[in-house]
């Protein structure tokens, strides 16, 4: 298998186990308040330890600082607004858990985080390293 192959698979791996302990083991109650407000600390914090894991894990795989940094704000913006709008959505329709649309919306988010690091990992390998 060549290289980058073998990069990607590794960044796409320790990617998944960040986002899984990012997004449902570390969010604290200030994370998961006011999903609906477009300005809102928590969902900031919730970001930024997205993007510090990240970076952690590009830097790791051998990315450049610049690069990482980059990357890693990137990701900040892009997981703020996803949340955003998953949140925004899911209260005006006023849907929870019990509801199907919740998990629709739950999964569109989910895939979107997704598709963001599939974007990253393919800069990571065409750009970064």
Sequence with gaps: MDTA???ALLVLILLQG???FA???LQ????LSGRSIYVHLGRAEHAALHAILSFLVLKLCGGSL???VVLCVVEWAAHYHIDW???RYS?????????AAYWRAFGL???MHQLTYVAMIWALVRYGI
């Excluded at 604290?28 to 994370?31: F, I």
């Excluded at 209260?91 to 509801?99: A, L, M, S």
């Design 18 to 20: 960040k986002h899984m």
């Design 5 to 7: 192959l073998n990069t």
């Design 23 to 25: 997004d449902f083991f």
């Design 28 to 31: 604290t109650p200030r994370m």
């Design 85 to 87: 709008i998953k949140g």
């Design 66 to 68: 610049v690069f990482c």
């Design 91 to 99: 209260e005006r329709k006023k849907h929870d858990p019990t509801d």
């Design 109 to 111: 988010d989910q895939l």
